[in-house]
């Protein structure tokens, strides 16, 4: 359909895309514009995004309530540095942030990427401990399969065996690992021993933890693993009898992507600390935070400063726009969307659970993965789709889907279609 643009020449000679080589012997397609739930490509194609780039964008592309947003603060103050300045939507947002997240998160730091977020929470920790006379309390606790990002300090929390990271092994601080909880569906008794275990690695660990660090309810990234709520309330109980704090890092989960707004709230829990980003700007910026409670702010801060400061700080049109995403979410029956798309990934995809080298099917709120038996070709599965007009991009053994929440029957179904396709094609 027609030549490319010509500036496509450009991209094999002077970029890097992630996780990849460079020159990409991979196509990678040129997106011209977004609208909705569709992208839209140079050739004019329109592709149904069962990505929301990346878990971001829960209300789609250029809502324009978002769009007028960002314009009307871009007039005004699109960037200014946060040291000894303030603005509005710095101070609202953190305001909605603390009403919205469990329990009583009150003190946010933002900074502008869901790694930076978790690093904040790491130094917080650690500064905490010190600030207890307990400097010896610096390493941290994670789960097998977690995902907290690329960054040195987030990979010494993910896992360690994922082949993302293990090459810097001998680079990275090093951390104790506790096994993956187990299977969302799993039996009682599975659950009660998973949970004996974590405890036993807790307290063996317990005078050298600052912290417990994981995802909630759902992995992300490094294993697309939904678990137990139930494991999760017993791990909150457990870091408090044993003075560990509890990060949850919802990054991915947060802003209602697994059917609640925080996946804490499955399991009844509220963190010492938790790190947002990805949806927190409906994708339209790069934004992350940080919320504590009072009482952790002020232990680090009777010791002295918190040690951070990101040049973009806060920056308002990201503020602004995050405040124009929150708006949307309470304005829509945002739960009912998730609902319904949960049903119709439940009713397409988990009959593929029995196809010929699909390993596992999993579906939580507005989230699905076909686990495959064999790693996946991905760019076989990409020409698929896009023949099909649809946005997939699965890797490793992972055929994965989170739409944005205002996807109708239909486009899910083009969705879903395209993964049977695949499945029955490709495999
Ligand atoms: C994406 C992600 C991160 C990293 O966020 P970036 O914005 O890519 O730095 C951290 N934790 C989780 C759970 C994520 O999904």
Redesign the pocket.
Known sequence: MGTPPEWTALDPRHLWHPYAPAPDPLPAYPVVGSEGVHLILADGRKLVDGMAS??CAIHGYRHPDMVRTLQEQVDVLPHVMFGGLTHEPAARLAERLARLSPGDLNRVFFCD????S?EVALKLAVQYWQARECPEKCCFLALRGG????TFA?MSISDPDNSLHDRFRSLLPRQYFTPQPPDADCTASELEDACARFEADLVAHQYALAGVVL?PVLQ??GGFHPYPPAFLTQVAALCARHEVLLIA?E???GFGRTGTLFACEQADVVPDIL?L??ALTGGML?L?ATLTREEIAKVVSEAGPFLHGPTFMANPAACRVALASLDLLESRDWMAEVAAIEKILRRELLPLQSAKGVARVRVLGAFAVVETSEPVNASAWQALAIQRGVWLRPFQNFVYLMPPFIIQEAELMQLTGAIQTGISDLL
């Open positions: 990346w878990w990427s869901g790694s930076v978790v995902y907290h990002g690329d987030t995802e992300g990234a890092d990054i991915a989960t790190c980003g990805k790069s992350a």
